[in-house]
T-cell receptor, first 111, second 113 residues
Framework: TQLLEQSPQFLSIQEGENLTVYCNSS?????LQWYRQEPGEGPVLLVT???GGEVKKLKRLTFQFGDARKDSSLHITAAQPGDTGLYLC???????????WGLGTSLAVNP | GAGVSQSPSNKVTEKGKDVELRCDPI?????LYWYRQSLGQGLEFLIY????????KSGLPSDRFSAERTGGSVSTLTIQRTQQEDSAVYLC???????????FGDGTRLSIL
């Protein structure tokens, strides 16, 4: 069974701090997607990473796909209260199988 | 609208009653997914459709849960003889294909009294 483990499970920080959350697996994925879910809403896609070693930036958010395509990280610089939410990663294992979802990192950024 | 639409947004019902949840996917999306999410938790996969067929029903918790999709579009998730442990947010998503990024509705919050 392929699993995606996300860490930390919970994170509470002050506005302006930097943070990194992780999405790890022992399996290789052909691509990996990151989503953010705000309270009362469904998850929204942030980015898809495809190539091993790839780095993508979305304003203050930096996403990296591991060289071996088994893991990914999300780094947020100078966090703001608007970054608060549940961050989910989902891996595409290929072979026409559905996405594999992590359990998420719940981030709270306090003013 | 152009997004995934779910109805009702909230549903409160008594234990033992049947409930039906509806999902209108983005037009043209062939894949449709149902998930369950408890408060603050990750997504629990229930079932997905490719067109009107459901190749993977492995996540349905029990035979009280069923889903169908018609016309390659609207889907309904039915829970019979509801139990208190069925209380959760039920999310629907659609995508252009099985492995493509998923677009989510805002969910139906189901409360069983």
């Amino acid at each position: 069974t392929q699993l995606l483990e996300q860490s930390p499970q919970f994170l509470s920080i002050q506005e302006g701090e930097n943070l990194t959350v992780y999405c790890n697996s022992s399996s290789v994925f052909s691509s990996l997607q990151w989503y953010r879910q705000e309270p009362g809403e469904g998850p929204v896609l942030l980015v898809t990473v495809v190539t091993g070693g790839e780095v993508k930036k979305l304003k203050r958010l930096t996403f990296q796909f591991g060289d071996a395509r088994k893991d990914s990280s999300l780094h947020i610089t100078a966090a703001q209260p608007g970054d608060t939410g549940l961050y989910l990663c989902a891996g595409d294992a290929g072979n026409n199988r559905k996405l594999i979802w992590g359990l998420g990192t719940s981030l709270a950024v306090n003013p | 609208g152009a997004g995934v639409s779910q109805s009702p947004s909230n549903k409160v019902t008594e234990k033992g009653k049947d409930v039906e949840l509806r999902c209108d996917p983005i037009s043209g999306h062939t894949a449709l997914y149902w998930y369950r999410q408890s408060l603050g938790q990750g997504l629990e996969f229930l079932i997905y459709f490719q067109g009107n067929s459901a190749p993977d029903k492995s996540g349905l918790p029990s035979d009280r849960f069923s889903a169908e999709r018609t016309g390659g579009s609207v889907s309904t998730l039915t829970i019979q003889r509801t139990q208190q442990e069925d209380s959760a947010v039920y999310l629907c998503a659609s995508s252009e294909g099985l492995r493509q990024p998923q677009h989510f509705g805002d969910g139906t919050r189901l409360s069983i009294l």
